[in-house]
Every structure is written in C-alpha cells, then in structure tokens.
C-alpha cells in the first residue's frame, strides 16, 4: 500500500516539476506596460485529514496527531498553494533576495512546509537536539541528501533547475515538506485567506498554474492588458 505522502507525489509532484523542468531560460528586465493578476484559491469539499504517527523520538517529535491535508482560512481561502505563471519567456526582473532561504527541522517538522525560491541556494537547518537527515528530491532524482546529526547545525545545499522539490527525512518517515524553484518571477505564495498577486506581467495570454500538495494541479488561462487587473478565481477540490 503507498504511503500518503507517495501518493501526493504521484499525484501532483511529477506534473508540475516535469514542467518547470522543460521551460527555456527567463529573460529578466524592466517592464514600463504591466498589469496584474489578482485573485484567491479557495477550497470545495470536505478536508482530508492523514495520522501522524512518530515512530522514535517521541520526547522531540511529539504523540499521535491528526493533520489537515489543505490548510484553510477565512471564506474557505487556500492557505500555502503554489500559483505562478507558466513558461513566460520574459519580464520584470527578479526581486532582490532577503537572504538565503532555509528550511529548518523543528519538532520532526519542516518549517516552512511549503516554500517558493529562485534556483539557487537554500540552508538546511537542524534546530532540534535529534539526528535529521534531509533528503530532497526531483522527482525521483536526488537533489540533495544532508545529514543533520547536531542541534543547530546548518549545511548550505543548491537547487540547479526549475521544478518541484519534495523533501523528506530519511530518519522519521512521516517528515514532509515542499520546495518549488521558479522559472520566473510571476509566482506567490497564497496567504492565510488564499489571496495572491502577482505584479509587472507584460500584457499578453498567460497559463496560470495553481499547486497544492493534496489536490490536482489547475490550470487557467488569463489575459493581461497594460494597467489593468485581471481579477483571477481558483476552486480547488479533491
């Protein structure tokens, strides 16, 4: 029988990074025309809910919980989905970073459990006083495997390509979190009422692609005209 976390990465992880894997490179500069897609992700349905069951460590990882699989907020807003804009060839240029982004082990979780970055590197960090070891993958490809034996420890790691990152502890088996690495700068993060954003988009017709770790993946078309917002509405349901 597949493991829950199996069947989202069957479900969801090889499509999008099969994608983003595939785009040609972004063509990064100034854009003086650009509009904006704007909207929420919401959710129909009932909530599915997996059983965390830690299996050693218990005094660090914590009992038996219940975990909800989509993560919800005012209105039935979609909190932590991945929106962005598919295969767009060029644009505004990239924000300049706040530092280099992590992902840290904290109480047999990863914190963030769902991230967005630029290729690049990452920091994997280590805060609780157990051995973690972070295994991070492309689909099936290995993109990094650090062990974390040490409270406090960090060890830099690099994500060469675009894609989907699923990332793992190959210590406590029900650890599971999710890097996406952007192509371009048209990509968000949705907030804790599902809103997102997404700013400076040269006008012309886009794919704008919705990712949450438990539901299929969307796909929408949208067009952008120079000024102006195109009001975007993405219902997620399993």
Not at 32 to 42: M, N
Not at 73 to 84: C, I
Not at 155 to 171: F, K, M, N, S
């Amino acid at each position: 029988m597949l493991h829950l976390r199996h069947l989202a990465f069957l479900a969801c992880a090889l499509p999008l990074g099969t994608l983003a894997s595939g785009a040609a490179a972004y063509d990064a500069g100034s854009v003086s025309d650009g509009g904006t897609v704007s909207g929420k992700v919401t959710y129909s349905g009932s909530v599915p809910t997996k059983k965390v069951i830690p299996t050693k460590d218990a005094n660090v990882c914590g009992s038996i919980r219940d975990v909800k699989l989509v993560a919800l907020g005012p209105g039935n807003g979609v909190r932590d989905a991945v929106v962005f804009l598919k295969e767009v060839a060029s644009g505004k240029d990239w924000s300049a970073p706040e530092g280099v982004p992590e992902i840290d082990n904290v109480k047999c979780e990863f914190e963030p459990h769902v991230q967005v970055i630029r290729e690049g590197e990452i920091d994997v960090v280590n805060t609780d006083p157990v051995l973690h070891n972070t295994h991070g993958f492309y689909g099936r490809r290995t993109a990094f495997n650090i062990a974390l034996p040490n409270e406090g420890q960090r060890i830099q790691a690099e994500l060469t390509r675009p894609g989907l990152v699923r990332v793992e502890c190959d210590a406590h088996g029900w650890m599971l979190g999710w890097i996406y690495v952007a192509d371009s700068p048209y990509y968000a993060l949705t907030g804790d009422d599902g809103s997102f954003s997404l700013t400076d988009v040269p006008p012309g017709d886009y794919t704008l692609v919705t990712w949450q770790e438990h539901v299929e993946e969307t796909e929408m078309p949208v067009s952008v005209k120079a000024g102006e917002t195109a009001e975007v509405a993405v219902e997620l349901k399993k």
